[in-house]
Nanobody, 121 residues
Framework: QLVESGGGSVQAGGSLRLSCAAS????????MAWFRQAPGKEREGVVVITAEGKTSYADSVEGRFTVSKDNAKNTLSLQINNLQPNDTAIYYC??????????????????WGQGTQVTVS
């Protein structure tokens, strides 16, 4: 089970920190990711992180978003700075994501959170 928290409404230029708590059969040795879905748009990958900490960010968020993972606590976080209106979306935590699949734009994970809303005005 994946449970996100930390979403909210902020003004442009503001920051938020999203968290994802993993429970159940998860272990640290899996690839996790954040995806987002804006109104009227398809879900897209934001960032992927391997168990070893290797990351890849979408071009649109590079330099503003920072992902971190605590394998011991089974938590995934996303620090979002300098938020812009086009960052408005539901943000989803995902686990057991394919690294190559993510890099090629495939939106797939074996486990999904329920999502947390981020609104930027």
């Amino acid at each position: 089970q994946l449970v996100e928290s930390g979403g909210g409404s902020v003004q442009a230029g503001g920051s938020l920190r999203l968290s994802c708590a993993a429970s159940g059969s998860f272990r640290g040795s899996i690839c996790m990711a954040w995806f987002r879905q804006a109104p009227g748009k398809e879900r897209e990958g934001v960032v992927v992180i391997t168990a070893e900490g290797k990351t890849s960010y979408a071009d649109s968020v590079e330099g503003r978003f920072t992902v971190s993972k605590d394998n011991a606590k089974n938590t995934l976080s996303l620090q979002i700075n300098n938020l812009q209106p086009n960052d408005t979306a539901i943000y989803y935590c995902a686990a057991d994501v394919g690294w190559v699949a993510f890099l090629t734009g495939v939106v797939f994970a074996n486990y999904w959170g329920q999502g947390t809303q981020v609104t930027v005005s």
